[in-house]
Antibody, heavy 124, light 110 residues
């Protein structure tokens, strides 16, 4: 059974960038998508975007376009999410989540296997 | 404020049944499939229902989903104390071209 292992907690200054990794353990991403979802303290989840590693195509939520970059290395089965120009409102737990459906469409796929989450704190 | 509206909390006694609603519009639930997620405190969300009413492997049939028009419902029967968690609905929002989640419903098992 595939598990997603994320990098550790980060503390960042406003204006800086953070890069979070997500490695598939016990398997590969294969033909599935890797999504990034964040959750601010006491709030619901918020989808940021996704990548299909096998074809290296990423799609971003409008809110984050220009500030987020989602990449993947299909050879090491690791996905990355880099968020720049950080502000205090970006303080949240960042999750990666594998899609349920192979080559799932944007509108039809769902979030099946989740990483444990990475806490990113932005504070001066 | 989410485009998907859920009640902030619901409660019921062990062994009873509870339903959680998720209300949207034609640009989200009305034209796209709905999924449901369970989040226990301090953990990642867990997929419970997808494509409106399908259960992933390992999810008991105590959990059931349905959709009608621009609303969806999650039903949980035979409530257990371990079901106490936050529940989120989610779907694609065609107008904003993004995935959206509901605000979440806290289930309290009395």
């Amino acid at each position: 059974q595939v598990q997603l292992v994320q990098s550790g907690a980060e503390a960042k200054k406003p204006g800086s960038s953070v890069k979070v990794s997500c490695k598939a353990s016990g398997g590969t991403f294969s033909n599935y998508t890797v999504n990034w979802v964040r959750q601010a303290p006491g709030q619901g989840p918020e989808w940021m975007g996704r990548i299909t590693p096998i074809i290296d195509i990423a799609y971003y939520a409008q809110k984050f376009k220009g500030r987020v970059a989602i990449t993947a290395d299909k050879y090491t089965n690791t996905a990355y999410m880099e968020l720049s120009s950080l502000r205090s409102e970006d303080t949240a737990v960042y999750f990666c989540a594998r899609g349920l459906k192979e080559m799932g469409t944007l509108w039809g796929d769902v979030f099946d296997i989740w990483g444990h989450g990475t806490m990113v704190t932005v504070s001066s | 404020q989410s485009v998907l509206t859920q009640p902030p909390s619901v409660s019921a006694a062990p062994g009873q049944k509870v339903t959680i609603s998720c209300s949207g519009s034609s640009s989200n639930i009305g034209n796209n499939d709905v999924s449901w997620y369970q989040q226990l405190p301090g953990t990642a969300p867990k997929l419970l229902i997808y494509d409106n009413n399908k259960r992933p492997s390992g999810i008991p049939d105590r959990f059931a989903g349905s959709k009608s028009g621009t609303s969806a419902t999650l039903g949980i029967t035979g409530l257990q104390t371990g079901d106490e968690a936050d529940y989120y609905c989610g779907t694609w929002e065609s107008g904003l071209t993004t995935w959206v989640f509901g605000g979440g419903t806290k289930l309290i098992v009395l």
